[in-house]
């Protein structure tokens, strides 16, 4: 029914994965020629996006006026009854905030609740705008670093517990986990809620990556918890990595407590902010009502390549591969290789011709690895490994 073979040439279009990374290349690693350099770095898909969501996008843009809109009941509905049967997750309309993507909701969130010099926990390595908006917020960034076992991360409770003490006012989840594609289970997330209950710490939980999760794993929302409704909880949750959609520029906040929404409904007065636009609530709209389909097979492929990517890599001499709980990201352990960051980088741009995430962007936690998206068609996943290959030899 979809077609994930099919090649699209995304140059030329603005695209942060296939043009800008040139300049970022050529100011980063000094790549003064990145023209046939291949691109799996940063985390959108080289598929096309679900067709329901193209047709309701085009039909909106059919109507010739364009004035300020709100985000309809219609929308609302669609957004939980998805989370409703794919999640078992039941959602209040009224605890539905929108934002412009999950990254700006963290932004909007840590400056509503927390001051300059303030300390903000993350387990680490993660996302990297879990600590540079922070950062850049004059915060303190409080890092506890993700344990290795039995190829996954595993929290670190009583070491998470040592920087909760020292006066952590906010603690960032991301669920599941990027990069390391981890699905946290149900006594992980108790456990959290827990320490974030007493330590009064407020828990903002990252679920961008929800709903593309293998199969013997299941995504457990964080507010579904036990005792979730005694903690001070926000949830970001987005179509956007689900259906390829991160242009479109849409995001949701899940604010139960209505405390916590009224400080981000006074933050969204202060700076004027709005809600969804036009083309986004219709995008999102369709996808939620009309998109489970195309996401279940989308995911069948997805699983597919990580399996022929993990079985590829794992032939070669000190590199570990191995199959994520969730994402479309594979977190290439290479510390075996005895190879440097640098040296690595420089043999997957220079010989392999390859542009993959050095694991440092994540934190220092994540030196030795490597992360690589595998969201492409299978065609692009082969020609990829094979650049990693060659950059080895």
């Known amino acids: 029914m979809f077609n994930f073979d099919e090649l699209f040439d ?34 959108d898909m080289d598929f096309a996006i679900p067709q329901v969501v193209s047709d309701a996008i085009k039909e909106r ?14 929308c609302k509905n669609a957004i939980i009854g998805w989370f409703d049967r794919r999640h078992n997750w039941q959602i209040e309309p009224h605890t539905l905030m929108f934002h412009q993507g999950v990254v700006p909701a963290l932004g909007t969130i840590l400056e509503t609740f927390t001051e300059p010099g303030d300390k903000i926990c993350i387990s680490t390595p993660v996302y990297p705008a879990f600590f540079s ?9 409080v890092e506890c670093d993700l344990v290795l076992a039995d190829d996954t991360m595993k929290f670190d409770f009583t070491e998470l517990e040592e920087k909760f003490k020292s006066g952590v006012k906010v603690y960032v989840l991301c669920s599941p986990h990027n ?8 006594e992980d997330l108790e456990q959290l809620v827990q320490l974030c209950i007493q330590y009064d710490v407020l828990l903002v939980s990252d679920e961008i990556h929800a709903d593309i999760v ?24 987005a179509p956007t990595k689900t259906f390829n959609i991160a242009g479109v520029h849409a995001a949701i906040m899940v604010v139960p407590d209505k405390e ?18 036009v083309l986004a609530a219709a995008g999102v709209q369709a996808a939620y ?91 692009i996943v082969k020609d990829g490994v094979e650049r990693f290959k060659t950059a080895l030899l």
């Not at 908006?133 to 960034?141: G, H, L, M, S, Y």
Request: with cysteine; net charge negative.
């Open 260 to 277: 916590l929404r009224a400080k981000l409904n006074a933050d969204k007065l202060a700076h004027g902010r709005d809600d969804l636009n």
């Open 133 to 141: 908006i922070p950062n850049a917020q004059k915060r303190e960034v």
């Open 179 to 186: 990069p390391g594609g981890v699905v946290w289970t149900r």
């Open 61 to 74: 843009l059919d109507h010739p006026i364009f004035g300020y809109s709100y985000v309809s009941d219609e």
């Open 289 to 379: 009502e009309k998109g489970d389909d195309w996401v279940d097979s989308m995911i069948a492929y997805v699983s597919n390549n990580l399996d022929y990517v993990v079985e590829e890599l794992n032939k070669l001499d000190g590199i570990q591969a191995t199959k994520p709980q969730s994402t479309y990201l594979i977190w290439i352990d290479y510390r075996e290789t005895g190879l440097s960051e640098s040296d690595m980088m420089h043999r997957l741009l220079e010989k392999g011709r390859l542009a993959i995430e050095p694991g440092t962007k994540y934190s220092e936690a994540g030196r030795g690895f490597l992360r690589m998206n595998v969201a492409c068609p299978l065609e």
């Open 10 to 43: 995304r140059k030329n279009t603005s695209s942060l994965k296939w043009d800008q990374f040139k300049e970022r290349l050529k100011l980063q690693y000094n790549v003064e020629d990145a023209s046939d350099i291949l691109p799996m770095w940063v985390a």
């Open 214 to 237: 293998f199969d013997g794993y299941k995504h457990i929302p964080t507010l579904t918890v036990k005792d979730a409704d005694k903690a001070k909880i926000i949830t970001c949750i």
